[in-house]
């Protein structure tokens, strides 16, 4: 969404080995190609979920590509007397790091921090994707699920990795289980009475007689059973959108442009869907972003092209997921069992 | 907390709420899922009143109101940029702000990060119908004050209304003038132009914008849950299956009916414009 400045010589270049038949583009690649995606997840051990990804990354070198992180991390929130919602709540903050962007200031990258963050935030917060595990006492405690997602390097394409890199991160995301507990006081001026186990954020323990507030509460907080339990997954991890930008370049469109071809497009459009089991494909988001105008008629057949890029970037970003969970969980297993 | 606190002005007290009134949450409370729309038809926008030239000091001024959604826009350029890098085409600078009173809550007199995100909605909205490029090293300024905020999709639509009223009274060349409507799916049916109340409940809301003489879209912005074009030929296929049938809104039809209603908003807005040119 930077992008550098083109001669006119450059774009109108750029446009021209595009509109050729056969389109020619600066990689070989052909319109609808993606370059490879790397991904892997598990890579910040002190979140609950985490991604790394990176698009085009050159294979002997070995740098290069745009390359996203993106990790969650619960907190709990206090209901009543915070900012918790009851059900839980998600934040999503997108960070570009300045050396990503080195040519722009300080403020430009706020404001590009700002306009990839409330994109994400938007989407993903929507309450037709909120999952169904972040409350822990009804009307008291819940979890904030706080996605962050921290661009390294942009090589162009960065919405797709972003999204890419926080649907791998939520599928990734484990909640602790939680045990609800209930103190009883005696009456007032014992101490309360606790209970075995270990208390992760309690209300203040009265312990002194002197302190004469409300004492006979019955006092309800969690537990958390297993320490070493990572949890349950996140509830409807696949509902969590895929998006494809389509860069539009009249009479056709392409996918994954790097960063000059993005600044040859006159106009882009970005369409995230969300592609739930055993329902209908459901479009989450739509945004333009270019100085361009698109016809109705058009707009409805870019639609569908998208849906079918977007299934297939679905299912095989599925595929990896799938493996990874294996990759990390029953192979690890077995490694340490033969030890 | 540092963040909130202004120099300029005498700060209240950190934390305050509005009151509750009971007779309030009885209003607020009557509409059910499942019920046709209080008011008017679900395809009925609400009316517009728009004047231009209110603001003399600008070059091109427009003030709109529909209903409780009330936004003036100011128009300065084409003016010289303030950057020394050379551009050959002009630049569009949009900012929003909105009044303290405004909304529900107050709203603190800061630049908030919001007013960030309906500018640039409105911006993308108006950028493929102004003629930059005969305006090489200029900038145009389009100021935008919500007076009264009822929905940030009504806010969108109306506010990009206003500036390009407020773009034709300043004479500025543009390729046509750009309307703006919104709709949101409640169940099964699309509401046009809904309200903050009516925005909430729906499932998915929806922004378009385009140039009605030229018959293009200049930004579409949707959000939430719509279901894509294919569900209309599989609900051919089996009609009597009722779940596909049941609740799922095809969002061209929602881009449809916003964009039909542009050729209404259009001319409002002309006559708007005739009328000020007449008096003036």
């Known amino acids: 969404m930077a992008v550098p400045s083109l001669s006119k010589a450059e774009r109108a270049y750029i446009q021209a080995s595009l509109q050729a038949s056969p389109p020619l583009r600066a990689d070989g690649r052909s319109l609808l190609d993606f370059r490879t995606v790397l991904l892997e997840t598990g890579v910040a051990p002190l979140a609950n979920g985490s991604a790394k990804l990176n698009i085009g990354k050159a294979p002997q070198e070995g740098g290069g590509g745009t390359e996203v992180i993106a990790a969650t991390k619960l907190e709990v929130e206090d209901v009543e007397t915070g900012d918790g919602v009851d059900g839980g709540r998600l934040v999503c903050t997108v960070t570009c790091s300045p050396s990503a962007y080195p040519h722009l200031s300080t403020n430009a990258l706020d404001e590009l921090q700002y306009d990839l963050t409330i994109l994400l935030h938007q989407t993903l917060s929507h309450p037709t994707l909120h999952p169904n595990n972040l409350g822990i006492l009804p009307h008291k405690k819940s979890w904030l699920l706080s996605l962050d997602l921290v661009i390294l390097a942009d090589a162009g394409n960065v919405v797709d990795a972003l999204f890419m890199a926080a649907r791998a991160a939520l599928w990734d995301t484990k909640v602790p289980r939680t045990r609800p507990l209930q103190y009883q006081s005696r009456k007032a001026g014992d101490a309360l009475k606790n209970a075995d186990a270990m208390e992760v954020e309690g209300l203040p323990e009265i312990t002194s007689a002197f302190d004469t507030r409300d004492m006979a509460r019955a006092a309800a907080d969690f537990e958390l059973p297993d320490y070493w339990d990572e949890g349950e997954v996140l509830e409807g991890r696949d509902r969590w959108p895929v998006c494809v930008t389509l860069n539009l370049l009249p009479p056709s469109h392409f996918l994954d442009a790097t960063l000059l071809e993005e600044a040859s497009t006159p106009i882009r459009l970005l369409l995230a869907y969300s592609f739930p089991h055993k329902s209908q494909p459901n479009l989450q988001a739509m945004r333009f972003i270019g100085s361009g105008e698109v016809v109705l008629t058009q707009l409805k057949a870019l639609n569908a092209d998208g849906e079918k890029y977007a299934r297939s970037l679905f299912d095989s970003l599925e595929t990896k997921l799938r493996d990874e969970d294996i990759r990390r969980n029953v192979k690890a297993r077995d490694k340490f069992a033969v030890r | ?280």
């Not at chain 2, 305050?16 to 926008?45: L, M, T």
């Not at chain 2, 500025?172 to 925005?199: K, N, Y």
């Not at chain 2, 929806?206 to 018959?215: E, H, Q, R, S, T």
């Not at chain 2, 609900?235 to 881009?255: E, F, P, Y």
């Open chain 2, 1 to 280: 907390m540092q963040s909130n606190f202004d120099r300029r002005r005498i700060n209240g007290p950190e934390e305050s709420f509005p009151p509750v009134y009971d007779h309030e949450e009885e209003a607020e409370s009557s509409w059910k899922p499942g019920q046709s729309r209080q008011g008017r038809a679900a395809g009925d926008i609400r009316p517009i009143f728009l004047k231009a030239g209110l603001i003399s000091q600008a070059n091109g001024s427009a003030y709109i109101e529909t209903e409780h959604t009330k936004i003036a826009c100011a128009v300065y350029g084409p003016r010289q940029s303030k950057t020394t890098v050379y551009n050959e085409n002009g630049r569009l600078n949009v900012e929003v702000k909105f009044a303290p009173f405004s909304c529900t809550r107050r709203r603190a007199p800061i630049r908030d990060a919001e007013d960030r995100s309906l500018a640039v909605q409105i911006q993308q909205a108006l950028l493929p119908a102004v003629r930059l490029e005969l305006l090489p090293k200029s900038t145009i300024d389009i100021f935008l004050t919500v007076i009264e905020n009822d929905g940030i999709e009504g806010c969108i639509a109306s506010g990009s209304v206003a500036a390009s009223a407020a773009l034709a009274d300043a004479g500025i060349e543009m390729l046509g003038l750009v309307m703006a409507c919104s709709a949101s799916t409640v169940g099964e049916e699309i509401w046009l132009d809904p309200t903050a109340q009516e925005a909430q409940n729906a499932s998915g809301s929806l922004i378009v914008a385009g140039m009605p003489a030229l018959g293009t879209l200049t930004n579409v912005w949707q959000s939430g849950r719509l279901a894509p074009i294919r569900v209309l030929q599989v609900s051919s296929v089996h009609a009597t299956d009722d779940r596909i049938l049941r609740a799922h809104i095809n969002h061209s039809q929602g881009m449809e009916a916003c964009q039909e209603r542009f050729v209404d908003i259009h001319t409002i807005v002309a006559q708007a414009l005739l009328d000020n040119a007449h008096n003036t």
